[in-house]
């Protein structure tokens, strides 16, 4: 009774300093109680999802995603693989590095946007046709930002032909 009583203290102990919400590890407790009937099983499945969990928050915090991002991932995964964090763990290196490449095109269409902005204001060309040049940028190549920038400059280029005329 005592071994069973010192088990059970040490299953519910387990990784006391890990950053898992409560929710979280009473559903990986009750996962784990379902799966295994050995408590030496059982206790090595919680651990490994606790570590597995802290192993893919560790990964987050040093990809240098956005928090927000950080968020939109975590939540991804979850909607995807619920409380298997080993699963998760093994797929947030590939979701980190999507979401790197969409924040880096972000980045890039900030600034084509930031430029183009520029470039029309020294035109004094009306607001609406600045809109309407960077919207038409946008439609004819979503997904090229070069293209874009291209597409901007000679529009730009042209209008400076006709008004230098």
């Known amino acids: 009774m005592k071994k069973l009583t010192i088990l059970l203290f040490i299953i519910f102990s387990i990784n006391i300093f890990s950053e898992m919400p409560k929710e979280y590890l009473r559903e990986i407790k ?6 295994y009937s050995n408590i030496n099983e059982r206790k090595d499945y919680i651990n490994w999802q606790i570590d597995s969990y802290d192993s893919m928050k560790k990964k987050l915090q040093e990809s240098g ?3 927000y991002n950080q968020r939109i991932v975590l939540d ?5 693989y619920r409380y298997n964090f080993i699963k998760q763990n093994g797929v947030i290196e590939s979701e980190i590095e999507k979401f790197l490449i969409i924040e880096s095109k972000d980045k890039v269409t900030k600034k084509i946007e ?7 204001e020294k035109l004094k060309i009306k607001d609406n046709l600045k809109e309407n040049i960077i919207d038409k940028a946008k439609m004819k190549y979503p997904t090229s930002y070069e ?3 291209i597409y901007i400059e000679g529009f730009l280029d042209g209008i400076k032909e006709k ?3």
């Open 114 to 120: 930031k430029e183009a902005k520029v470039k029309i």
């Open 76 to 80: 991804r995964l979850f909607k995807m």
């Open 30 to 35: 009750s996962e784990g109680a379902r799966l």
């Open 147 to 149: 293209k874009q920038k």
């Open 163 to 165: 008004t230098t005329k």
């Open 65 to 67: 995603i956005s928090k």
